[in-house]
């Protein structure tokens, strides 16, 4: 089963979330499957009519003979999915923790310092750490305590879950109409990256947007890979009948390469799209939420020699002392591009380029920059969703985001975290496609642990010993091909 495959390779990216990820506030916030969007606009929260019915809470998915069996020997799914979603110690349960994690004692100090009561029933936490904005009000039934349930991605179960359980109209068929009555076509990696970069990276729905007021309370930043995190939250496998009930096509997986660079464009564009709304803005300040932290966040010294605290970014024509936005999904995109779609390339480097000179100007000319961006970055996510990856693609992203001509670009920690994640993501796709053994891959896995060494404390970042490891990392897997 590819799916078992997949998991069985991503020990890694965990392991790293582990080690960085401030606990345990934040599995919460960063693997609630709930980068990368639809285009511009950002959704509001799925009403009842638009979900063409109600909620019925996690329980509705819990018998027996449905997800909440003990053993995985079900068909045609394995049917323990509920017990997968409650796991305690893995990364496959943070969004049954979401809401309980509300009641520790760092979310009262973060509460406390935004003034904001009780952080379990405060509006500004439940929009992500429980089904709260997904249900998005009308009739219907959940418990807070379940946290970020099954219909909080799956789509409000009212009116589709009978036809869900007792249908016998034959694959893809039953699947459609399903559809048709509100579940979410989360095999589409568009629609399942809109709906995750609301909690994992925000949206304009209150309680969807970690701002840079609620991160100096005290919450942890927010990091986000479509389909690595994707992989750490999943609860199915994709056997054999997998891509019949779901396209029509027997033995169809989802492509993971897609995933990846679909999550890229859907996260930038979510970026740019708050950007230039009244998000972009906080009092008389920037919402300093868009910028790269560590450009401001740094000590400070005053003595004769100055000491440079920074690195020089070739990738960013602003003058010296500007906080530079926070570009990592930019950086991969633009690796992404001259790969996948050569003809927006040029136009997208172009754009990208004259955003990060208008950010030195002033506010109007950042915005109109940034919707010229959004739109080339519109233009490469449909690119990217209508092409089925597949033969050497993955071995040419990997050699692209690895290369001399954008490793240089990795100057700042949250690009670097973005670009190991991507490397990370891309090899487990060879792996589950068959083109690269576990075996193989393992041998590699020393360089891509190093590389997550060089990022696991921000403040303890070594660019040089990253860029280094990320490339001997390609170089190996190059030899696989």
């Known amino acids: ?27 919460a916030a960063l693997v609630s499957a709930a980068l990368l969007l639809f285009s511009l606009a950002s959704p509001p929260a799925r009403s009842q009519a638009e979900s063409k019915g109600p909620f019925l809470g996690v329980a509705s998915c819990a018998g027996s003979t449905c997800h909440g069996r003990m053993e995985g020997d079900g068909t045609p799914v394995r049917q323990d999915e ?16 979401a809401f309980a994690v509300l009641s520790n004692s760092r979310s009262d100090f973060i509460a406390k310092n935004l003034g904001i009561g009780d952080p379990a029933s405060a509006k500004m936490c439940l929009g992500c750490h429980s089904s709260e904005a997904a249900a998005g009000g009308g009739s219907f039934r959940y418990q807070k305590d379940d946290g970020v349930g099954c ?69 942890p930043r927010i990091a986000f890979e479509l389909d690595l995190f994707s992989t750490m939250q999943q609860h199915h496998a994709e056997d054999a009948d997998y891509g019949d009930r779901r396209w029509g096509m027997p033995g169809r997986t989802t492509d993971h390469v897609q995933m990846w660079a679909v ?43 100055p000491v440079k605290t920074g690195l020089d970014n070739p990738g960013r024509d602003i003058p010296e002392g500007f906080p530079p936005y926070n570009d990592e999904n930019m950086i991969l995109l633009s690796a992404a591009a001259k790969v996948a779609s ?6 997208y480097d172009k754009r990208v380029d004259a955003f990060h000179r ?33 033969g050497t693609s993955a071995f040419t992203l990997i050699d692209a985001i690895a290369g001399t001509a954008i490793s240089p670009r990795y100057t700042d920690y949250e690009g670097s975290v973005q670009a190991v994640m991507g490397v990370d993501t891309l090899l487990n796709a060879l792996v589950s496609s068959g083109q690269v053994t576990v075996g193989g891959a393992a041998g590699i896995r020393a360089d891509i642990d190093r590389a997550y060494d060089a990022v696991k404390e921000p403040n303890a970042f070594r660019p040089a010993d990253f860029q280094a490891a990320l490339g001997r990392a390609a170089r190996a897997i190059r030899t696989l091909q």
């Open 82 to 97: 509920l017990m997968k979603w409650q796991e305690p110690s893995t990364p496959g349960g943070a969004h049954s923790r």
């Open 358 to 390: 208008a950010m030195a100007g002033d506010r109007a000319g950042a915005v109109a920059a940034a919707g010229q961006l959004a739109q080339s970055v519109s233009a490469l996510e449909a690119a990217f969703a209508d092409t089925r990856f597949g």
């Open 151 to 219: 219909e909080s991605c799956h789509g409000a179960a009212g009116g589709w879950i009978a036809n869900h359980y007792t249908g016998t109209q034959p694959p893809p068929e039953k699947h459609q109409i399903n559809l048709a009555n509100g579940l979410v076509k989360l095999e589409d990696p568009r629609v399942r990256a809109a709906l995750c970069v609301n909690c994992h990276f925000g949206s304009a729905t209150d309680g969807q947007f970690v701002t840079h007021q609620i991160m100096a309370a005290g919450h």
């Open 263 to 305: 999550g890229q464009t859907t996260a930038l564009n979510r970026s740019l799209t708050l950007y230039q709304s009244k998000r972009g803005t906080q009092g008389i300040f920037p919402e300093f939420y868009f910028f790269d932290c560590h450009s401001c966040h740094r000590r400070i010294f005053d003595q004769a020699k």
């Open 1 to 27: 089963m590819v799916g078992k495959a997949v998991q069985s390779e991503n020990w890694s990216g965990w392991q790293f979330w582990r080690r960085i990820a401030p606990r345990p506030l934040a599995l």
């Open 342 to 347: 050569p003809a927006l390339a040029a136009q």
